[in-house]
């Protein structure tokens, strides 16, 4: 508990499927797959990897220029790479940013995430690929999920933080019985109290039954003698207007 952070240190893709990082089994295939691959940074990529943003959900028709006319309030920038793809050219959405300096790049870390570009709203975060340990892209099972819930669930990140796991052994123990035998015991007792309890509660039930049977007849009974005394004043009244 000592050395828990909400956000990852190190790359670890069954910490990074586990809500608080506490799993010790994979809960789907793509946290398998990412443990069994083995995933080496690109060697082609230059710059300095501490003072690289990694911009994400950009717009398909979000260009360079857009965005170091949007960065660069934040300050001097050196280099801005918009990953596309190989063949089409086209953009994949998400963009590199290399600042000069170091204050440029915690301010826009802090000011530039959530920002709305060209109707999407962006997500800001420090590179990853060569700055965390073990880290494994998404594409491989890795990765700290996407914006969407019902998607690849990953937590570690700025999206998704790590909860703070909650640390109760004792309470754990004595719910599944494992405590002290006059605990079992206890609750052994207040089991037949409460299977008593229902057989007691359904006898009387039973008891009272017969009774609202009979308090319905007995209404019954009254409504029809009642009903044959109003014919029979009825008949009397006939008989004296002749």
Request: with cysteine.
């Amino acid at each position: 508990m000592a050395d828990w952070a909400p956000i990852a240190k190190e790359y670890d893709p069954l910490k990074a499927g586990s809500i608080d990082g506490t799993d010790e089994e994979p809960h789907d295939r793509a946290i398998w797959r990412a443990m069994l691959a083995r995933y080496v940074p690109n060697k082609g990529v230059t710059g300095d990897p501490h003072l690289t943003l990694c911009v994400a959900r950009l717009n398909l028709q979000t260009t360079e220029e857009k965005l170091k006319e949007v960065f660069s309030r934040y300050g001097d920038i050196r280099k801005i790479r918009l990953v596309r793809d190989l063949v089409t050219g086209f953009s994949k959405g998400y963009a590199f940013i290399e600042y000069k300096e170091e204050r440029a790049l915690l301010k826009a870390h802090r000011d530039a995430n959530r920002l709305v570009i060209d109707q999407h709203e962006i997500f800001v975060d420090f590179e990853l690929e060569r700055t965390l340990k073990g880290w494994i892209p998404r594409r491989l099972g890795g990765g700290f999920g996407g914006k969407k819930e019902s998607g690849q669930l990953r937590f570690g990140g700025r999206d998704r933080p790590f909860r703070k796991p909650i640390n109760l052994p004792n309470m754990k123990n004595d719910f599944y019985g494992e405590g002290s035998s006059e605990k079992r015991n206890w609750s052994r007792e207040g089991t037949r109290d409460w299977r008593t309890r229902d057989r007691d509660h359904e006898r009387s039930r039973d008891k009272r039954w017969p009774e609202r049977e009979r308090s319905w007849a007995w209404g019954d009974s009254e409504r029809e003698r009642d009903s044959k005394e109003e014919r029979s004043r009825g008949r009397e009244r006939k008989d004296r207007d002749r």
